[in-house]
């Protein structure tokens, strides 16, 4: 099966740095990968779809300019969550679509913890 | 609107008893897809299943099996014999091909498996 990878899978910063979160194919090229946010006991709600060469279409009520995402090669894609704050503390899921078929494979996960 | 839904929120079940878990989905796509996801406490997402709108046949794997039902727009997820390694949150997804394929999320059914 495809396999996508998460890196890193932690992460504990504190208040103002920015973080940068990177998802992976690692045997597949993914012209799109989506990030999603979880907070505790909540669902996953999807936060931004990036294409490969082309900006992020984030969802409404996500700033883009919080959340920077590149999609720079049809393998990876990076989460940058620029001078966090506490309440960005969350889980980051990314996945990865592989071919026409709606195929969609996820990341195991990042755990953000900003003090 | 929700558009998976899963009412259950807290399921507990005594060890090797049966237990279903509902999911309702609402699209007025005719070609989308139906997923189950198993979320340990580790926070991956496991999957389980894929199907998609045209293929209403149920399915049995192991002690698992998915009732598929566009009737009702239902896609239930029997666990028959529970284990306590069943314990973990589970999730509906839908995938529409109109939106994107982007996934949307039921909020989850925590099922708990006594021993």
């Known amino acids: 099966g495809a396999v996508v990878s998460q890196h890193p899978s932690w992460v504990i910063c504190k208040s103002g740095t920015s973080v940068k979160i990177e998802c992976r194919s690692l045997?597949?090229?993914?012209?799109?990968m989506f990030w999603y946010r979880q907070f505790p006991k909540q669902s996953l709600m999807l936060m931004a779809t990036?294409?490969?060469?082309?900006?992020?279409?984030?969802e409404q009520g996500v700033e883009k300019d919080k959340f920077l995402i590149n999609h720079a090669s049809l393998t990876l894609s990076t989460l940058t969550v620029t001078s966090a704050h506490p309440e960005d503390s969350s889980f980051y899921i990314c996945?990865?679509?592989?071919?026409?078929?709606?195929?969609?494979?996820f990341g195991p996960g990042t755990r953000l913890t900003v003090l | 609107a929700q558009k998976v839904t899963q009412a259950q929120t807290e399921i507990s079940v005594v060890e090797k008893e049966d237990v279903t878990l509902d999911c309702v989905y609402e699209?007025?796509?005719?070609?989308?897809?139906l997923f189950w996801y198993k979320q340990p406490p580790s926070g991956e997402l496991v999957f389980l299943i894929r199907?998609?709108?045209?293929?209403?046949q149920n399915e049995i794997s192991g002690r698992y099996s998915w009732n598929f039902q566009k009737s009702t727009s239902s896609f239930n997820f029997t666990i028959t014999a529970s284990q306590v390694v069943d314990s973990a949150v589970y999730f509906c997804?839908?995938?529409?091909?109109?939106?994107?394929?982007?996934?949307?999320f039921g909020t989850g059914t925590s099922l708990t498996v006594i021993p």
């Open positions: 996945s990865a679509q592989r071919g026409r078929y709606n195929e969609q494979f």
């Open positions: 045997d597949f090229q993914a012209t799109t």
């Open positions: 990036s294409n490969e060469g082309s900006k992020a279409t984030y």
């Open positions: 699209t007025r796509d005719t070609t989308y897809y």
């Open positions: 199907r998609n709108s045209f293929d209403e």
């Open positions: 997804a839908l995938s529409e091909t109109n939106t994107g394929n982007q996934f949307y």
